[in-house]
């Protein structure tokens, strides 16, 4: 499979820097739908071919308050029947992250990590509430204001533009929290006729999850949880610190090899020496559009040049080329960075997130924590103070307290970190297991944010939901996720040795 960058990742922060069961569960009264009358086979747009055959689509209408009412929303669901006549009775649910993504978009994304578990097991994608085709909450905002991140000058415009969707938001979002999430997946549970389920979610799906285990742990048997993102990581406020040393990692990779040293040196220092410069005296460079291909004029400050450089430490291929980038872009070369803007600003790279959504979250949730002011700074970028400015006006909603005590449960964890990873690396999910008795957490070396879609992740993953728990074998291949080299040009790459 292609490598991607990670699609269930924490993205606004740094867009903004950047920019046929038995139903035994159902309500006694017959409220909810048969699945019958629920699913049916999805649309297809005209001569499209389905990566995944028998997928089955429909909606579920839920409460929009979490009370019974007239007032409800739907939730838009997808689901891949096992390929066995014989399935087991506990599907696979899929929790994407963002917060703001949709599930059932990335569903054919990971058809190949979840290639073995479908042969025995359904797996089911629900839009969460507010993104995709679930009540979805948009935030429209220039394409300016979109397209690769903001730059300082373009931040007050894109503020004005969160006010108006503030406003237009303003009587539904109170209600679109990861709480009421968890409500949603119990219901889409009940609704399908599932006992028991298995869950995988990735970075802020791992919150969504953490809070299913605290409300209904006995409905789920197994869970596995991709990147470590919960309540406590408080997005955006710790980017800066998880990102300085994520590019550590990096640069100290560079200095350990004596022909990436002699080249590029420091990365860290080139960084830091670039986002000075450019402080100073922002440049204009021409891109190509990644939709239409034509030259694009972009403004490139040490706000845009922080956010490129933290959205680029998600993907292990984007940060092979961080070091030349660097050293160049501190010697006022800039061809280097924008080959990686266009790469990042593809549109099979950054996620399409509903950011009403997405707002809705970090201003509610995430600004309950209390983060330390010297992790919001990255390259003297400080990534927090947009979304802090938002979060002024956004429309806010009910967090119970007990949403910020850390998660307790003996159900079988699976919790997978790479060592890389620029937003959630290895200590949360460290500080996670704390809680979980029956926890077992790995770390890859060489992956970034998100591990699933890397090396034998898919075996590990339906090795552990398939037993609950894993052979010190298969746990073991994750070791061969290694980092991958820095890129050298191929015109000062040391020649490969002749074959024998």
Not at 106 to 118: H, K, N, P, V
């Amino acid at each position: 499979m292609k490598e991607r960058i990670s699609v269930w990742l924490w993205c606004l922060a740094g867009a903004l820097a950047l920019v046929a069961l038995s139903g035994c569960d159902k309500n006694a009264g017959g409220d909810q739908p048969s699945t019958a009358e629920l699913l049916a086979p999805c649309e297809r747009k005209a001569g499209e071919t389905p990566l995944v055959n028998g997928a089955e689509c429909g909606y579920l209408a839920v409460p929009l308050t979490g009370k019974q009412s007239d007032n409800t929303i739907e939730l838009y669901i997808k689901r891949w029947p096992a390929i066995s006549a014989a399935p087991e009775a506990d599907p696979l649910f899929v929790i994407a992250g963002g917060p703001g993504q949709s599930a059932t978009a990335i569903a054919d994304m990971l058809a190949g990590s979840f290639y073995e578990l479908r042969k025995k097991r359904d797996i089911v994608f629900v839009d969460q509430r507010g993104t995709g085709q679930s009540s979805p909450l948009h935030c429209e905002l220039d394409e300016s204001n979109q397209l690769l991140g903001h730059s300082a000058a373009s931040t007050e415009a894109s503020i004005a533009q969160y006010r108006d969707c503030a406003k237009a938001l303003s009587a539904n979002a109170p209600y679109y929290t990861t709480i009421a999430a968890v409500d949603d997946l119990e219901a889409v549970r009940q609704a399908l006729g599932y006992s028991r389920i298995n869950v995988w979610g990735g970075s802020y799906g791992t919150r969504v999850i953490l809070a299913y285990l605290a409300q209904h742990p006995e409905s789920l048997r197994a869970v596995v949880m991709d990147g470590l993102a919960p309540v406590q990581l408080a997005m955006p406020y710790n980017i800066g610190a998880e990102a300085s040393r994520a590019l550590q990692l990096v640069a100290d990779q560079c200095l350990a090899l004596p022909a990436c040293a002699e080249r590029y040196g420091d990365s860290v220092a080139a960084a830091e020496q670039a986002a000075s410069r450019l402080r100073a005296a922002p440049v204009t460079l021409s891109i190509d559009h990644p939709l239409t291909g034509l030259p694009t004029p972009l403004l490139l400050d040490d706000s845009k040049l922080a956010g490129l450089v933290r959205f680029s430490l998600y993907d292990r291929l984007a940060s092979r080329l961080l070091p030349a980038a660097l050293a160049a872009a501190a010697q006022q070369d800039y061809r280097l960075v924008a080959s990686l803007i266009t790469r990042i600003s593809d549109s099979a790279n950054t996620p399409n997130l509903a950011l009403g959504m997405h707002m809705t979250i970090l201003c509610n949730e995430d600004a309950g924590v209390t983060p330390r002011p010297e992790n919001r700074a990255f390259l003297g970028v400080d990534l927090a103070a947009p979304i802090a400015r938002i979060c002024e006006f956004w429309p806010k909603a009910d967090v119970a307290p007990d949403f910020y005590q850390p998660v307790k449960s003996d159900v079988p964890v699976l919790l997978l970190s790479g060592e890389r990873d620029p937003i959630s690396p290895p200590h949360w999910a460290a500080q996670v297991a704390a809680g979980l008795t029956n926890a077992t957490a790995l770390t890859a070396a060489g992956a970034h944010h998100g591990v699933t879609q890397v090396g034998c992740s898919a075996r590990v993953i339906a090795e552990f939901i398939a037993e609950t728990q894993l052979s010190d074998a298969t746990a073991a291949c994750l070791d061969n996720i290694q980092p991958l080299p820095p890129y050298l040009s191929a015109a000062k790459q040391s020649p490969e040795p002749e074959a024998l």
